[in-house]
């Protein structure tokens, strides 16, 4: 941390001694009976950006903002401020004559970091610095803290984002990725809506986690005396509510997955799903791709945009690929020419892939795109038709029953959204339902459960059913630039400052 007066961070005592007096400044206010902490509103206006923007309109009227003091100018009877306000920072020239002695004296002894209220008239300084002649200045909030004089480097990495809050108002450039956030979201609501699709909400704790492939976080519910999990997907209540007739439904929405974390991993993310009946992953293909050029278009105003260096074309069809004929063309291996699970674990060995006893054919697959397909995908692609294996609630191809209507969608490399023709066949679901089982016997903890209500639910008849779900968290990524996941989080998960902390995160984003 650093004083205005001081380059070099402060540390021990010449630290505390700076809290002690920040704090006895505020027990004086209080003895005085100007305790700032006991004012509740201020009479707010106007914006700094608003201002500048609107200059020639404004010049010479009454404008009142508040905000964080950023730094203080004191020169004898006239001085200077800057106000950091939501939407940047906008000088203030204060003066002994127009505040009167008494309050001029107040203002002197405010700190880099209070929040304070202005009012006063706009005007231009020599300097031509668009700034409010402030006619009243109040203090409503104390900072007992020491601002940071800036953030940088790695090894400030951490502290930003554990202290958020501090790094919102050292480092205001960061908002930025978080008014985006909001866009990509809104803009995809109103894509969703726009195409007769009705917002919903299902619940976050569940008695059974299904939906996906992943290890769930287990919570004790006391009334009920069970224990609950923390949902890992949407899927599984969503496609109760297309039984029920509702046909076209989405939700977005946090899920949590007891993993690990990389720069494109964190335990908690939001995830957008939806279903609609009587269509299938072709279909869901033409949402898929209609979301992402609706955000590229309305977010990022272009249909061709930047990411870590890599230009991205968003004005063409999405490529479409199968897995088969990915892993054909990247790897020079034709699975539609193996004919059983021997013949995929002696190519697995041959070309140095890993796999385990409990790996099928189609497991097999799916490590040969991973190993040398994946990163190879960088403008957008639709990867199509996954094997069963790996595809528990997809409907099987009529004509290739061992492969799935399924697709995913990679851009950089990465996933980005994961689709199906929905599997509605309840005796087919079992059957996968108890290979899941089998798995989750031999130790694989991300297997599903076999969940009987939805089994009922199949039962009563699902219609033809595509079903999409996408990663939020991603496409914030890919339409701000940002290289980790925690860099369009708020609050991304830290491991507490308490706990074993004289270790670093396992997490080395």
């Not at 700032?36 to 404004?58: G, L, Q, W």
């Not at 209540?237 to 046909?247: A, H, N, S, T, Y």
């Amino acid at each position: 941390m650093a004083d205005k007066q001081n380059k070099q961070p402060l540390e021990g005592k010449a630290l505390n001694e700076i809290l002690k007096i920040r704090r006895e400044k505020l027990a004086d206010l209080q003895e005085m009976g100007m305790d700032p902490f006991k004012i509740v509103k201020a009479d707010v206006r106007n914006h700094s950006v608003e201002i500048k923007e609107n200059f020639e309109s404004m010049e010479g009227k009454e404008v009142s903002v508040a905000g964080r003091m950023m730094s203080k100018r004191v020169m004898g009877k006239a001085s200077f401020c800057d106000i950091q306000d939501r939407d940047g920072r906008i000088q203030s020239y204060v003066t002994r004559d127009d505040l009167g002695e008494d309050n001029y004296k107040l203002f002197k002894k405010m700190d880099i970091g209070d929040i304070v209220f202005i009012k006063g008239t706009v005007f231009k300084t020599k300097m031509q610095e668009i700034s409010i002649h402030a006619t009243e200045v109040t203090l409503l909030s104390k900072s007992l803290q020491v601002l940071p004089e800036k953030f940088h480097g790695l090894r400030d990495q951490d502290l930003r984002y554990r202290q958020r809050y501090v790094d919102l108002i050292v480092n205001p450039e960061v908002k930025k990725n978080f008014f985006i956030r909001s866009a990509v979201i809104k803009t995809v609501r109103e894509y969703l809506d726009g195409q007769d699709f009705l917002e919903v909400e299902t619940p976050i704790l569940q008695t059974i986690p299904g939906g996906a492939s992943a290890r769930p976080f287990i919570t004790h519910h006391n009334t009920l005396d069970i224990d609950m999990y923390m949902r890992i997907a949407l899927e599984l209540p969503l496609k109760r509510l297309i039984v029920g007739g509702m046909e076209r439904v989405y939700e977005i929405g946090r899920v949590f997955r007891n993993e690990g974390m990389d720069v494109k991993h964190n335990p908690e993310f939001t995830l957008l799903e939806l279903y609609q009946a009587y269509t299938d992953y072709y279909g869901m293909m033409d949402i898929t791709e209609g979301i992402i050029k609706e955000v590229c278009k309305k977010v990022a105003g272009t249909d061709r945009i930047t990411y870590q260096g890599v230009e991205l074309d968003f004005s063409k069809p999405f490529e479409r690929i199968t897995m088969v004929d990915a892993v054909k063309k990247y790897a020079g291996v034709d699975f539609d020419k193996v004919e059983d699970l021997e013949q995929a674990r002696a190519l697995a060995k041959e070309h140095n892939i890993e796999f385990e006893q409990r790996h099928e054919k189609g497991d097999i697959l799916n490590l040969f795109f991973e190993e040398y397909v994946e990163d190879k995908l960088v403008q957008p692609t639709f990867l199509m038709d996954h094997p069963v294996e790996i595809s528990p609630l997809t409907k099987r191809k009529p004509d290739k029953p061992e492969y799935t209507e399924r697709f995913e969608l990679f851009i950089v490399g990465r996933e980005f959204a994961n689709a199906y023709s929905e599997l509605n066949d309840p005796i087919d679901q079992r059957e996968r339902f108890e290979r899941q089982e089998q798995l989750r016997a031999q130790g694989d903890e991300e297997a599903n459960m076999i969940d009987e209500d939805f089994m009922l639910a199949l039962e009563y008849g699902m219609p033809p059913t595509g079903g999409m779900g996408m990663g939020i968290d991603r496409l914030v990524m890919l339409f701000t630039d940002a290289a980790s996941i925690r860099d369009i989080l708020l609050f991304p998960t830290m491991k507490p400052i308490g706990a074993n902390a004289e270790e670093k995160d396992k997490a080395d984003i």
